[in-house]
């Protein structure tokens, strides 16, 4: 295909053509405006200003007329007539002036907006390369967070808006892909839902973060809302776009384990007999021989033209990325199509919004990375006499396994189809001005399938004896089907100076899940590998449904007077069929003021200040991510392991769950109050907000008495939970001047978090929550009024007088038993501070980008530390590598609840380093820019753990993150 442009641009070339040389300036000041676009009307011919506004362009000798434009200015065609040099001063489009952000139902100029809302662009993104699109924001926005969950190829990250909002309930953002809310759970087939859509095609990224932002959204609203707009054609007379990279990383670190010579040393000093007779002759690093360098390539190729009364974009991608763990991968290909048509003279207006992708991911096998870790370093790879397909492994069942075995013998991989789109007509009522029916009508539908198969000379698999061999395939199907009918009024009264902008109507979405499942097991041959379960002579099917039904009324008045003072009035009524009938129906309403206090007659001589906007805003809105039919016993049949003996035959049950027919929304009710300020004519600018959140009503697992409800726990709104803060952004543009240019953003938010309310029992002490890896059943965080979501229950370490840690035997019940009831509540998974800065230099024709993020204020607890780090690991069933940390505890059982493993996970991280240089005087090529990228390149940190960026807060052989290299290149013609 890149051949094929090339020989078009050369056939273009080729033409008779004289050279049209000039220079393309600003009308207001005469500066010249570098990166101007200059096209032949009428023919696929253009190129771009350079840094002093000048261009040279080869033009056909038929051409007549040539197109300059550029962002923020009115375009002009301007006649040949003849002319080799020809100079133009652009206008700058009054209509630009006042930057659109997207809203929940529509648009609205920058300045208008009464909630918290903030946008960033395509200009904007982190350069970096990323799978999923949240990646394109992470560290630009104040209050919100995105972690990625661990380094695995497209993996799913951690997205909060302003902390912590539920106990059981999802805390992610509602996310709508132009103009349709998007159902984002999970599926065993990829690691992450949003991977699907191709980060090329995004435009822009809007987040919704207070209530009178959200609560158009009602139901959904409570953890905020991310609104992705993607790319259209514009005004673009036919452009070909081509983005293409190929990247290499390597892992940055990894769990601290003990080599084969110093685990030798300690065994032979320290360890029983057991462990002794088990040392090997070889020296196996299991950590590394799991690693390797990866590699990955994308590309992404698009076409957009425009025309008088309509235009469109086709866009087509593909990714293919490595992970730096064995036996994982990520790839996709991915098409989009977006068309714009106008008709009746400008009064009736379609859009089409539509695109498609396949993802293949392949799954490293579950438990290599602890296996890795811990395996005994002594022991060889390979044992060629080992029924275990050639492979060296323990033979006691509970032992730990070889993670060669597992990588090489069994298969994991996933296969998702994903097709989400709308059409969307606007109908400019012709009798009432300002007034306009809309109709969006999208759907969101996704496929695909897992695979898994395990062969029987596979260890895990072998001890099951004539169970031995699985193969599994998962399947998944679910459809979003969306209709929206609402109307709009826009309209000024200029006797009474005001202006009203009016939106109200109705939704419909409709959801229906599928997941059959088929389980194999019992193989007589491994021949056919996950492609047939004819071998196997045990299987077991499941077929779940689960439809979810939304049905909603919404509208929303914004009221400008005067041009400065502002007010915003939402509501929303939202039918779930999540609920049960007496709890089905929830009002959410909200309400806002604003004032632009820079439009006073006072403050006409303050010269200095361009804008000031004051906000205030309440609302409520809700959140219904708690699973379907809640409030109703579901009946789920039994299996052979718990049928009922009724005389000589044994009878299949059927056991209904646990329900509470009063399940209800959460509901969180926000205060907001915001300040935005633009100085030197928006040089400097930035904004300022202070929240309170407080969400009622929320869902819960609790106990409850034996057979009360045919079950011992249940599902029930109970508890209460503060978010409060502080939110700072700031847009600098700190040095312009010549061919230099730097400019600079920087964003904080504080978040407080405190559970208000955990039980109705006064004295109840909390739940004990946050589960680690090294015995059943034990936890580390307590769920306690008073305390925040997150807080680790640890008992404070002892030490002697050399400073040393005084180790306490588990075995002795009086002592051990004082340590666990000396429990106490002690920091916090969350960070208090999350920071984001992002600097962009250019000059001449080189660019640069570096961006950097920060947590403060968090907590990690070393779960590989915990579980690994004792000489307990020589006395379990087979002896095990131990962590070094070791070496400065002594611990000979384990201490799992000491604060001794909780360190302080606050880091600095160099995410990204991007150098560029761009060319635009290459005939028949509007641009040609080459890059390089660096990413994750360094993190300052205390924690000693591999990485301190721990979703949750528990570190536990997470799939290690890597460092990133990137060379690309970006053409336009």
Same mark, same amino acid.
């Given at each position: ?26 009308? @207001? ?51 040949? =007539? ?149 790319? %259209? ?27 084969? =010579? ?78 714009? %048509? ?15 992708? &396949? ?7 579950? !438990? ?28 006691? @069942? ?16 996933? %296969? ?123 299987? &077991? ?136 300020? !633009? ?9 300022? =907000? ?42 600098? @543009? ?19 978090? =405190? ?74 998974? $969350? ?43 020589? @006395? ?13 505890? !002594? ?24 150098? !560029? ?44 993150? $890597? ?11």
């Amino acid at each position: 295909m890149i051949a094929c442009l090339f020989l078009w641009v050369g056939t273009a070339s080729a033409q008779d053509s004289q050279e049209i040389t000039g220079t393309v300036t600003d009308a @207001s000041n005469g500066e010249p405006l570098p990166g101007a676009n200059v096209t032949v009307v009428g023919e696929p011919i253009g190129t771009a200003t350079n840094v002093d506004g000048e261009y040279a362009l080869d033009v056909p000798s038929s051409a007549e007329m040539l197109r300059f434009s550029f962002i923020g200015y009115e375009a002009q065609e301007v006649p040949i =007539e003849g002319r080799t040099t020809i100079d133009v001063a652009l206008t700058s489009d009054a209509s630009s002036l006042d930057e659109v952000v997207v809203i929940g139902y529509g648009t609205q100029e920058e300045r208008d907006v009464t909630g918290a809302v903030e946008s960033v662009r395509t200009e904007d993104f982190n350069q970096a390369p990323v799978v999923s699109p949240e990646n394109l924001i992470s560290g630009k926005v104040a209050g919100v967070q995105i972690s990625s969950g661990d380094g695995s190829p497209g993996g799913g990250n951690l997205v909060r808006i302003r902390g912590e909002n539920s106990f059981s309930a999802g805390n992610d953002p509602l996310y709508v892909i132009d103009g349709v809310p998007i159902d984002n759970g999970g599926n065993r087939a990829q690691r992450n839902p949003l991977n699907f859509l191709n980060p090329n095609d995004i435009a822009s990224m809007t987040v919704l973060k207070d209530a009178s932002a959200t609560a158009i959204y009602g139901s959904r609203g409570a953890n905020g809302v991310i609104l992705i707009e993607t790319k %259209q054609a514009g005004e673009d007379e036919g452009r070909i776009t081509y983005d293409g990279s190929v990247s290499t990383s390597v892992i940055n670190d990894r769990v601290s384990m003990m080599g084969a =010579e110093e685990y030798r040393n300690v065994v032979r000093n320290d360890g029983p007999s057991q462990a002794i007779n088990q040392l090997g002759r070889t020296s196996t690093d299991w950590q590394d021989l799991v690693e390797r360098q990866s590699f990955g390539q994308e590309h992404s190729v698009s076409f957009a033209r425009g025309y008088e009364d309509s235009d469109f974009r086709l866009s087509l991608g593909y990714l293919d990325q490595e992970g730096t763990l064995q036996g994982s991968s990520t790839e996709r290909i991915s098409l989009s199509f977006n068309y714009n %048509q106008q008709f009746l003279d400008d009064a009736l207006s379609i859009t089409a919004n539509l695109r498609g992708s &396949q993802t293949q991911d392949q799954f490293e096998p579950g !438990g290599m990375v602890g296996n890795a870790a811990s395996f005994n370093p002594t022991v060889p790879v390979r044992d060629f006499d080992s029924p275990y397909g050639g492979f060296f492994e323990w033979g006691e @069942s509970l032992a730990e396994k070889n993670p060669l075995a597992q990588l090489v013998l069994a298969e994991n991989e996933g %296969q998702a189809r994903r097709s989400l789109g709308n059409v969307e007509a606007e109908y400019r009522i012709p009798f009432v001005e300002g007034l306009s029916a809309r109709l969006n009508v999208g759907y969101d539908v996704q496929e695909g399938e897992q695979v898994f198969f395990a062969p029987t000379n596979l260890k895990e698999e072998a001890d099951q004896g004539e169970d031995a061999g699985t193969v599994q395939r998962a399947n998944f199907t679910r459809t979003n089907s969306l209709l929206d009918a609402y109307l709009t009024y826009d309209n000024e009264f200029e006797e009474i100076d005001s202006r009203f902008d009016i939106t109200a109507g109705y939704s419909y979405q409709d959801f229906v899940s599928k997941f059959p499942e088929f389980t194999a097991f019992s193989l007589d041959n491994n021949i056919f590998g996950g492609s047939s379960t004819g071998p196997a002579s045990e299987s &077991q099917t499941f077929v779940d449904v689960v439809p979810n039904r939304l049905i909603s009324g919404f509208g929303r008045i914004n009221y400008t007077f005067a041009d400065r003072y502002l007010a915003t009035f939402t509501v929303r009524r939202d039918g779930s069929s999540r609920f049960g009938p007496a709890e089905q129906w929830g009002t959410f309403p909200s309400a806002a003021l604003g004032w632009r206090v820079n439009e006073e007659p006072f403050m006409d001589d303050v010269d200095f200040l361009s804008s000031l906007r004051l906000r205030l805003s309440w609302g409520i809105t809700g959140n219904q991510e708690i699973g379907n039919f809640g409030f109703e016993p579901l009946y789920t049949p039994g299996d052979a392991q718990s049928q009922v003996q009724f005389g000589n035959s044994f009878i299949t049950t059927l056991r209904p769950s646990a329900a509470d027919e009063g399940l209800k929304w959460e509901e969180k009710t926000t205060y907001n109050a915001g300040i935005n300020f !633009g100085l030197f004519d928006e040089r400097f600018s930035g904004s300022v =907000e202070v929240y309170r959140e407080d969400t009622d009503d929320l869902l819960r697992i609790i106990p409850v008495a034996a057979g009360a409800n045919l079950r011992n726990r249940l599902l029930t709104n109970i508890g209460e939970v503060r978010n409060q803060g502080v939110e700072t952004s700031l847009s600098l @543009s700190i040095f312009r001047g010549g061919d230099f240019t730097w400019d600079a953003n920087f964003n904080a938010a504080y978040n407080e978090n =405190e559970v208000l309310k955990v039980s109705n029992d006064d004295n109840f002490e909390g739940i004990l929550t946050g589960g680690i890896a090294g015995a059943t059943g034990n936890n580390v965080q307590i769920l306690r009024e008073g305390e925040s979501l997150g807080t680790f229950f640890l008992y404070e370490q002892s030490y002697d007088e050399n400073g040393d840690p005084i180790f306490t035997d588990p075995n002795d019940t009086e002592a051990y038993g004082e340590l666990l009831n000396s429990r106490r509540p002690v920091g916090n998974a $969350s960070p208090d501070w999350v920071l984001g800065h992002t600097s962009q230099f250019a000059y001449q024709n080189f660019d640069a980008s570096v961006s950097l993020r920060a947590h403060i204020g968090n907590d990690v607890y070393n779960n590989n530390a915990s579980n690994f780090g004792h000489l307990g690991r020589l @006395s379990d069933i087979v002896a095990s590598n131990i962590h070094t940390s070791y070496n400065e505890t !002594g611990f000979t059982q384990p201490q799992y609840f000491s604060d001794i493993y909780l360190e302080d996970g606050s880091f600095l991280r160099l995410d990204n380093v991007s150098v !560029g240089y761009t060319v635009r005087q290459i005939p028949g090529v509007n641009q040609l820019r080459v890059y390089g990228t660096a990413s994750n390149l360094l993190t300052i940190t205390g924690y000693d753990g591999p990485d301190p960026e721990v979703n949750g807060g528990i570190d536990n052989n997470l799939y290690p993150r $890597s460092r990133s290299f990137t060379a690309g290149v970006n053409l336009q013609f």
